[in-house]
């Protein structure tokens, strides 16, 4: 027997969008997923105990919700506000990414350039590679560079023009095949655009983009952040509860991490990208120019079952589908050294939430913008959010090396005399290293400035040092290994914390 099926109301392909979904959203619905934002702000910071946040909210052209919550700096009473200015992190990604879109629309550069069109020294470390990777390739995390390429330089003091020398001595994966997140690599890109315009990176985001949109507590600089009046301090996690640590200094990259500003700042951004580069009525960048930031440029890796939706990323942009089938672009920002962002918008509704804090990576801000995009589509969350994220987003705090918790050795085999130790080791990619004997201990020094590490002796001829930076958080442990071999005379020092890429071997200098 057949059975006849209701007829479904299916969209008009001559009139309807081209990427119409079948779940409609009434306005109602957005309206009292924006009204329940009071008490979502209020929870996440009671439940998480993070100093301070910021939330903002557009739709349809119109910052609909603006409101900070907690305090700005612990130990002071002044209050988060929707102007307080915070650390973006890697939303500076995606801002950064519409600055190079307003020179694409300017005919001085193309998504499709070479990098050497305008770094012509510019070094993959592959003569065909060097020549052909694009500002697109390095914006969309395409290269082949390796995963964070360069910020194990950034954090001995490196700064810009030097990491970038040194990113030819990377190993490297397979050119617009591989994914890999490199801050360094996306920097060259927008370096390459600097030139192109005449100028240096901070002054083009301000000149092209900051100041068009009325950003006016916007920044690509980490002085003007640390200098506004109504500013958020970054803060680490001590004990139970949280410090001022105001430390990291982004500035070598600052396209990929150095940009600071407010909520409602970023209301005004997220509603130029939402209008198709339009900002109340003016436009500001073409919509050729920005579409490709905007949509998918490579998938960012497997997904880890056959019924989940691929990730993809944009020119600076993550390009997913939501559980309605909605484009969402997005993308979170994350310092280890105190701050943690979220940005994220439905173009499809005309709807994006942005909320900075001012605390390390904890999920904190990743809740707030998924729990109210499930309210504004479903009427409601779908999980809870913070219980979800806060594993996912631990290990970016976690103490790094394989020997943090454990005891030194009972018995431990002696240590051999001092100047056994003591001298220059050389390294091609993280220049020279120096072991010297002082009145408390030999100290391992390291990068342009010479940090000092005290060295503890842990077994034999190895030692151990506490770095602290923003890739080894606080109770980080990193193993220091002395070594002879009879076919290579001198000794060898190979630093655990600096061998992520197996470039942590250094040479003692004759």
């Known amino acids: 027997m057949n059975s006849a099926l209701p007829a479904l109301a299916l969209p008009d392909p001559m009139t309807a969008p081209p990427m119409a979904v079948l779940l409609p959203v009434p306005e109602e619905r957005i309206i009292t997923a924006v009204s329940t934002l009071d008490d979502l702000g209020q929870d996440v910071l009671t439940r998480t105990g993070i100093p301070g946040l910021a939330i903002a909210v557009v739709h349809d052209g119109r910052t609909v919700y603006a409101r900070g919550f907690g305090i700005r700096a612990t130990g002071r009473p002044e209050r ?8 973006l992190a890697s939303l500076s990604k995606p801002v950064g990414a519409t600055v190079v879109a307003t020179q694409v629309d300017g005919g001085r550069v193309a998504w499709d350039s070479p990098v050497r069109d305008f770094l012509p020294t510019f070094d993959m470390g592959d003569p065909w590679v060097s020549d052909h990777v694009t500002i697109g390739d390095l914006y969309a995390h395409r290269s082949g560079l390796p995963d964070h390429a360069g910020d194990d330089l950034e954090d001995i003091g490196f700064d810009r023009s030097a990491v970038l ?22 920097t060259a890109a927008a370096e390459a655009v600097a030139v192109a315009a005449g100028m240096d990176w901070a002054t083009l985001s301000e000149s092209t983009l900051y100041a068009p949109l009325g950003m006016t507590s916007t920044s690509s600089r980490h002085a003007d952040y640390m200098a506004r009046d109504n500013r958020a301090s970054s803060h680490v996690a001590v004990g139970d509860g949280y410090a001022v640590a105001d430390t990291r200094q982004p500035d070598a990259q600052s ?8 909520a409602q700042d970023m209301a005004r951004w997220m509603a130029m990208v939402l209008g198709r580069g339009m900002a109340e009525g003016s436009r500001v960048i073409s919509e050729e120019a920005l579409l ?19 990730g993809a990323y944009g020119f600076g942009f993550n390009v997913d589908t939501r559980l309605t089938g909605r484009v969402m672009l997005s993308h979170s920002g994350a310092f280890a050294l105190g701050a943690s962002t979220s940005v994220a918008m439905v173009p499809d509704l005309d709807l994006g939430i942005v909320v900075l804090t001012n605390a390390p990576p904890i999920g904190a801000a990743e809740a707030i913008t998924a729990s109210f995009l499930d309210r504004a589509e479903l009427g409601a969350d779908s999980r809870d959010w913070l219980a979800a994220f806060a594993p996912l987003m631990a290990p970016l705090s976690a103490p790094v090396g394989h020997l943090v918790g454990a005891e030194p050795p009972v018995d431990p085999a002696s240590v051999g005399p001092v100047e056994r130790y003591v001298g220059i080791y050389d390294n091609a990619y993280f220049g020279p290293a120096s072991v010297a004997a002082t009145s408390g201990g030999l100290v391992l020094r390291l990068g342009p400035e010479s940090r000092d590490l005290p060295m503890r002796h842990w077994d034999g001829d190895t030692f151990v040092v506490s770095p602290m930076s923003e890739n080894q958080p606080t109770g980080s442990v990193s193993l220091v290994e002395f070594s002879e071999t009879p076919s290579e005379p001198g000794m060898t020092l190979r630093i655990e914390h600096l061998n992520g890429e197996g470039l942590g071997v250094f040479r003692h200098r004759k």
Do not use: H, W
């Open 80 to 87: 988060v506000d929707a102007d307080t200015v915070f650390l």
């Open 165 to 186: 020398e040194r990113l030819a001595l990377l190993p490297k994966g397979a050119f617009r095949e591989d994914y890999a997140y490199t801050n360094f690599g996306l």
């Open 255 to 262: 396209p990929a991490g150095g940009v600071s500003s407010s």
């Open 292 to 310: 490709p930031a905007l949509s998918a440029q490579i998938i960012r890796g497997a997904p880890m079952d056959i019924s989940a939706r691929p």
